[in-house]
Structures are given as structure tokens and as C-alpha cells.
């Protein structure tokens, strides 16, 4: 028998392998039933700040506006295709701890459905990508979604 998840979480990028995993997210939702709740991440890395000479709160602002816009779009997508429960959620600080931990732990979600790959690929290429920490340290299960 199948496992029956009723609390997903699928962290975006706003890359095509976040958008099929959330495209994925959405069938399980709805397989799932009515009481199923899909929440749609996405983590502003405010790593990528620190190292700006000039920040300043209209930078972290002007992110989280474009994440918000991204965001609601999403959750129309989820809501047009049937889905009832579904939400979003803007936080800030390192996406591989947020996504594998804290934010699943917060929610207790019982699966995560993250892209293969995301949009940063000299992270990736330097410490290692966030999809590989979340499937090695996720404190639920995790979909990789291709």
C-alpha cells in the first residue's frame, strides 16, 4: 500500500525542475484527498546579501515582493487544479536548513517534493546542491522530481 501523505511541502525556485516538482506535488495533493494541504516554499537566501557593499532593506524587500508575485501565482495553479488546502510561506536564511528541517518540522510535513536541480549553479558546484543535502538530511521523505 501506498503511504498516504497529507502534508506536502515543495520548496520553489522558480526553475523548470521546481516547477515539475510542484506540477507533481499538486497530482499527490489531489490523490491524496480533501483533507491533504500543500504548501509552497520558497526560501530568500540571505547569504547572497551579506556580501553586497551597498545593501539595504529595499534589496531583501524587492526579493520578497517578486517571491510573494511567484508565490500566489503558484498557489493559483494548485487551486485551479482542484486542490482545497493550500497555502505559501516566504522565509529567510539558508535554504538547505530550512527545507530539509526546520520549515518540515514546523509544518510536520510528511513528504517534501523538491527538483532535481535549481537555478543556483555555482552553489551547487561549490558546496554541494540543495536537493542533494535535503534527500541526505530531510527529517521526512523526499521526492526528486526530474
Keep these: ?61 524587492a526579493v520578497a515582493d517578486q517571491a510573494r508575485k511567484s508565490l500566489e501565482k503558484y498557489q493559483k495553479q494548485a487551486q485551479d487544479a482542484g486542490i482545497k488546502n493550500v497555502d505559501y510561506l516566504i522565509e529567510y536564511g539558508s535554504p538547505k536548513a530550512l527545507i530539509a528541517n526546520d520549515v518540515p518540522t514546523e509544518l510536520k510535513a510528511d513528504l517534501i517534493v523538491i527538483g532535481a536541480t535549481g537555478l543556483n549553479a555555482v552553489e551547487r558546484f561549490v558546496i554541494g546542491s540543495v536537493t542533494a543535502y535535503v534527500t541526505r538530511a530531510a527529517i521526512t521523505d523526499v521526492l526528486v522530481v526530474r
Design 1 to 61: 500500500m501506498v503511504k498516504d501523505y497529507q502534508k506536502i511541502l515543495v520548496p520553489m525556485d522558480g526553475s523548470k525542475e521546481s516547477e515539475a516538482a510542484l506540477a507533481r506535488a499538486i497530482d499527490l495533493t489531489k490523490l491524496a484527498g480533501d483533507s491533504a494541504t500543500l504548501s509552497i516554499l520558497n526560501v530568500i537566501d540571505t547569504r547572497v546579501f551579506q556580501n553586497i557593499a551597498s545593501f539595504d532593506d529595499t534589496m531583501v524587500d
